[in-house]
């Protein structure tokens, strides 16, 4: 499947065609709610890794799996929305950059 617009990262690309290949698009709300769930699976996962936050975090292949699913997630949240990430990375950069520079910290200050 190609996307309804041009020139995609090359992972944006090989995530759009694997949904496309195996019938799994979905809306854009749909895939937000997903997002948040995968996001969910990975805090478990801190959580189990560090009983409860009372050992530090080591991670493992279980972690690297959720977050996995929580980038596999988030790009197919970019492609159901036509958000071009790589184009999305370089304006938050930018933005945290100049933030930086001008008050020390990236933080929004709202």
Same mark, same amino acid.
């Given at each position: 499947?190609?996307?309804? $617009?041009?020139?995609?990262?090359? $992972? ?39 009983? $409860? ?42 933005? $945290? ?14």
């Amino acid at each position: 499947m190609s996307t309804p $617009y041009a020139d995609l990262p090359s $992972y944006q690309q090989r995530v759009a065609d694997f949904v496309g290949a195996h019938d799994m698009r979905a809306s854009g709300e749909a895939r937000l709610l997903d997002l948040t769930a995968e996001v969910g699976e990975l805090a478990k996962e801190a959580l189990r890794a560090t009983r $409860y936050g009372r050992e530090p975090l080591i991670t493992d292949e279980r972690w690297d799996d959720e977050l996995g699913d929580v980038f596999f997630s988030l790009v197919s949240l970019a492609n159901a929305t036509g958000v071009d990430l790589e184009k999305v990375l370089e304006a938050a950069l930018a933005k $945290y950059a100049a933030r930086i520079a001008r008050r020390g910290n990236p933080a929004s200050g709202r």
